[in-house]
Nanobody
Framework: QVQLVESGGGLVQAGGSLRLSCLASGRTFSSYAMGWFRQTPGKEREFVAA????????YYADSVKGRFTMSRDNAKNTVYLQMNSLKPEDTAVYYCAAVLTVTVRFSPEEYDSWGQGAQVTVSS
């Protein structure tokens, strides 16, 4: 497993932008497919985006497609989530996750390492 630490959350007005970062420990970061999920109180953790080990394949939830962009820099052991045109319904705690696999995964149960979460609040 890897240790993951998110940063970059905060409060932003609707229509604004934020970028989340997730720094991973260890020297085998490029062996991990990565994902971003979000969760609001009383709801299950929701898939946001996922990327393969070397960034060749990226997938997004329909609710964020065209607004969010996931990227990774394996030399820096970091994955990013650029969030543009934010809406109040994007308000949630955002988690990055890692799984040691070749293929992209979409379900939180398939990931075995998680960050502590970063609060994103979008005001109307």
């Amino acid at each position: 497993q890897v240790q993951l630490v998110e940063s970059g959350g905060g409060l932003v007005q609707a229509g604004g932008s934020l970028r989340l970062s997730c720094l991973a420990s260890g020297r085998t970061f490029s062996s991990y497919a990565m994902g971003w999920f979000r969760q609001t109180p009383g709801k299950e953790r929701e898939f946001v985006a996922a990327m393969s080990r070397y960034g060749g394949a990226t997938y997004y939830a329909d609710s964020v497609k065209g607004r969010f962009t996931m990227s990774r820099d394996n030399a820096k052991n970091t994955v990013y989530l650029q969030m543009n045109s934010l809406k109040p319904e994007d308000t949630a705690v955002y988690y990055c996750a890692a799984v040691l696999t070749v293929t992209v995964r979409f379900s939180p149960e398939e990931y075995d390492s998680w960050g502590q979460g970063a609060q994103v609040t979008v005001s109307s």
